[in-house]
């Protein structure tokens, strides 16, 4: 029975121990690892607005190229900013928000940035209220005391153990040296 109680008690000293590792690392880490997070969120959002632009200076280059080569296409464009018409052609006016945009609309500088993890509130939590810091950091005081107070063997029974086991390698190591002195 005794056994038994030792084997529990074991197996829950050193979860309780990685428990307060824990909660030390997330007080000690949540400010950098804050820092980190939001930081990689302003570079993917800087890269989300870089991409964005990228691609708004690609159209205009392609714009751009088919008024030099293509004057087919710089006649609709002028026809499409001075509303004007051939002769021969007939123009039905529809509403506004029926008509087709004829110029590329104005850039969108607008990018959501990413959202940042799921756990970065909690993070956000120890990092910014140090009190709630304070408390986890009292917290794993207290499962430290109590992990070798209570969870860990005692010293008396550590100590019955370790007389037996001295006076057991004392009566082996005796009669070793019994066989291996020569006898006058």
């Given at each position: 029975m005794r056994?038994i109680?030792?084997a529990?008690r074991t ?5 309780c121990l990685?428990?307060?590792a ?10 950098p690892l804050?820092?980190y997070?939001?930081l990689?969120?302003?570079?993917d959002k800087?890269?989300?607005r870089?991409?964005s632009?990228?691609?708004?200076v690609?159209r ?6 088919a008024?030099?080569h ?9 026809r499409?900013?001075f ?7 007939q123009?039905i006016?529809?509403d506004a ?9 104005a ?5 959501t ?12 939590l ?13 917290i ?7 992990a ?6 005692s010293?008396?029974?550590s ?11 004392r ?6 040296a019994?066989v ?5």
């Amino acid at each position: 029975m005794r056994h038994i109680s030792h084997a529990i008690r074991t197996l829950a000293f050193w979860p309780c121990l990685l428990f307060v590792a824990t909660l030390y690392a997330a007080v000690a880490l949540s400010p950098p690892l804050l820092t980190y997070l939001t930081l990689r969120q302003q570079r993917d959002k800087g890269n989300l607005r870089l991409v964005s632009l990228d691609e708004q200076v690609q159209r205009g280059k392609k714009v751009i190229d088919a008024l030099q080569h293509d004057p087919n296409f710089a006649k609709e464009m002028a026809r499409a900013d001075f509303k004007a018409a051939h002769p021969d052609e007939q123009r039905i006016p529809v509403d506004a928000a029926l008509a087709l945009p004829h110029q590329a609309a104005a850039p969108d500088l607008a990018v959501t940035p990413p959202d940042l993890p799921w756990y970065a509130p909690f993070i956000r939590l120890i990092a910014d209220h140090h009190q709630f810091g304070n408390l986890l950091l009292t917290i794993a005081a207290f499962l430290v005391v109590y992990a070798f107070a209570w969870l860990q063997d005692s010293t008396q029974e550590s100590g019955v153990r370790n007389k037996e086991s001295k006076t057991s390698r004392r009566g082996s190591s005796t009669r070793r040296a019994k066989v291996l002195t020569p006898e006058c």
